[in-house]
Nanobody
């Protein structure tokens, strides 16, 4: 059973940084593609960053040069995802979700992902 558990959200002032983490278990390293999405009330879920099983990365234009997505395959069969977020602005305020899927590449389309975490809130004040 695939499980994704996010952590690391919080409140920060504009210009600050946060690092989100997501532990993924029950998934096969060699075939899984992973991503971070975010969503604000009344809006569709937006792709932020993705990495495929080959390590290719894809970032939304709005976060390029500010956010960095990394993944670490741990010895106990889990994958830990990190989203380092720098130079945060109020527009980055959202619920952030990690997601996993197979054979979809480094896609930023939410509908392609089968597995989702519960989300972690990021709030950036001006």
């Amino acid at each position: 059973q695939v499980q994704l558990v996010e952590s690391g959200g919080g409140s920060v002032q504009a210009g600050g940084s946060l690092r989100l983490s997501c532990v993924a278990s029950g998934i096969t390293f060699s075939t899984c593609d992973l991503a971070w999405f975010r969503q604000t009330p009344g809006k569709e879920r937006e792709g932020v960053a993705a990495v495929d099983h080959l390590g290719n990365r894809n970032y939304a234009d709005s976060v390029k040069d500010r956010f960095t997505f990394s993944r670490v395959n741990t010895a106990n069969g889990e994958i830990t995802l990190y989203l380092q977020m720098n130079s945060l602005g109020p527009e980055d305020t959202a619920m952030y979700y990690c997601a996993a899927g197979r054979w979809i590449g480094a896609s930023l389309y939410a509908s392609l992902y089968n597995y989702w975490g519960q989300g972690t809130q990021v709030t950036v004040s001006s």
